[in-house]
């Protein structure tokens, strides 16, 4: 399943550590969002995983379902992939 995952963590030490995970599954495609192509049971790990870091009464994570219709119908002005500047830059 391809889902949509959006977040927003309080604490930056948090919200940088959601960040690494959601690494480990998926694309950054802007800076609280990334796509991820997994199975249910994956699904399950990385719910578990972000669950075990987040503070629920500060922060917020949803996953929202991408089905393949919308993701034709997908529009996209500009640039379509974001690009981390933390770790995209190389210095000469």
């Given at each position: 399943m391809r889902l949509l995952v959006i977040y927003d963590i309080a604490d930056p030490r948090r919200l940088?550590?959601?960040?690494?995970?959601?690494?480990?599954?998926?694309?950054r495609?802007?800076?609280?969002?990334f796509e991820i192509e997994v199975s249910a049971r994956v699904l399950a790990e990385?719910?578990?995983r972000i669950a075990q870091v987040i503070?629920?009464?500060?922060d917020?994570?949803?996953y929202i379902p991408l089905c393949e219709r919308c993701l034709q119908k997908t529009e996209i002005i500009g640039q379509g992939r974001y690009i981390d500047?933390?770790?995209e830059f190389v210095v000469v």
């Amino acid at each position: 399943m391809r889902l949509l995952v959006i977040y927003d963590i309080a604490d930056p030490r948090r919200l940088s550590r959601v960040a690494r995970i959601l690494k480990d599954y998926g694309e950054r495609v802007q800076q609280s969002k990334f796509e991820i192509e997994v199975s249910a049971r994956v699904l399950a790990e990385l719910r578990t995983r972000i669950a075990q870091v987040i503070d629920q009464a500060e922060d917020g994570v949803k996953y929202i379902p991408l089905c393949e219709r919308c993701l034709q119908k997908t529009e996209i002005i500009g640039q379509g992939r974001y690009i981390d500047p933390d770790s995209e830059f190389v210095v000469v």
